[in-house]
């Protein structure tokens, strides 16, 4: 099977690397063009325009920052769907919004194509080492076909059911995330102000039911100093929006959520767009005239686990 990868950034050039490690014959295309040598260096075939790369593909992946940047490189002049042709298909891997999924979903099968869902979940760290996870939503043969793609992407692999139904989930489980980050920086507060051990409360914490894997990965970096968790302030902002705008579109009246999204969207004006997401905790250190740091502690987060095959779960 022959692929290409648009979208070589934090998350996209980790999932492509993964495929080119596992002698995948891959095609890519990116504006950055130092990523570009990279990966050519590396033995990746290099596209001129999206248009051209699915033309010579059979299975187009995208990876890309949001829902317009992706409708531009699907539906432009020499875009992704002019390059379409009977069983090629399509994998969205970008964590984007459910009905521009459809929309697109809709022309790609109009090129008797087949478009599928497929966001990814657990952090760079374990996009890096193909220990990921990936949820996939869409045509089961069309899944099953990509297999072996997959798990070497990522490590347990869930189909979700039909298009689009992979970015629901993906959402709320990146909504879930952002909410426990928040409240990471409340409980770091009292700890803190409490005078307790910060090294050990993170300990205690690890092994309660308090716990969350957003507590066992950022709080290292938080504790550190150097937030450096590999994903910034924007993307959380356009994530959590997501999940708020969905349930407005549900009629579904939620109470947490709005309040999530505003905390996110002021981290953003206080800190900028391009600062790494943990920060957000940041707000109430500022606010307490305190810091949440000791020693011991990673200023970047290394995945452990080695490499293993994915399957589905």
């Known amino acids: 099977m022959k692929i290409g990868f648009i979208g070589l950034g934090n998350v996209g050039g980790k999932l492509a690397s993964s495929l080119l490690r596992n002698k995948f014959d891959l095609t890519v295309r990116d504006l950055n063009q130092d990523i570009i040598k990279e990966f050519s260096n590396k033995g990746a075939n290099i596209a001129n ?22 409708a531009e490189v699907m539906e ?18 970008s964590t984007t919004d459910e009905s521009e999924i459809k929309r697109l979903g809709k022309k790609v099968s109009e090129k008797k194509a087949i478009p599928l869902d497929g966001p990814v979940s657990g952090g760079c760290h374990r996009a890096a080492t193909g220990n990921i996870a990936i949820f996939v939503g869409g045509d089961r043969q069309a899944f099953e076909k990509i297999l072996p793609a997959l798990t070497v992407m990522g490590r347990k692999i869930l189909h979700t059911g039909e298009l689009a139904s992979a970015t629901v989930l993906k959402v709320i489980t990146n909504y879930l995330a952002s909410t426990h980050l928040v409240a990471l920086g409340e409980a770091w507060t009292v700890a803190k102000k409490s005078n307790l051990d910060l090294a050990k409360v993170y300990k205690g914490i690890a092994v309660s039911s308090g716990n969350s894997f957003v507590h066992e990965t950022e709080s290292q970096v938080i504790l550190n100093g150097s937030y450096n968790i590999n994903f910034t302030m924007d993307l959380v902002v356009k994530d959590t929006s997501l999940f708020d705008n969905l349930a407005q579109k549900l009629n579904a009246p939620l109470e947490i959520s709005p309040l999530v999204v505003k905390i ?46 994915g399957y589905e779960i």
């Open 76 to 93: 432009g002049e020499d875009g992704i769907i002019n390059g379409l042709s009977q069983n090629k298909i399509w994998l969205e891997m």
């Open 49 to 70: 325009s999206p248009k051209e790369l699915a033309e010579q593909v059979d299975l187009i992946i995208t990876c890309l920052p949001s829902p317009q940047i992706c």
């Open 264 to 309: 996110f969207k002021d981290g953003q004006k206080k800190y900028g767009s391009r600062a790494w997401s943990s920060m957000i905790v940041k707000r109430m250190e500022d606010l307490n005239n305190i810091e949440f740091r000791a020693d011991g502690f990673p200023e970047e987060l290394t995945d452990n686990e080695p490499e293993e095959k």
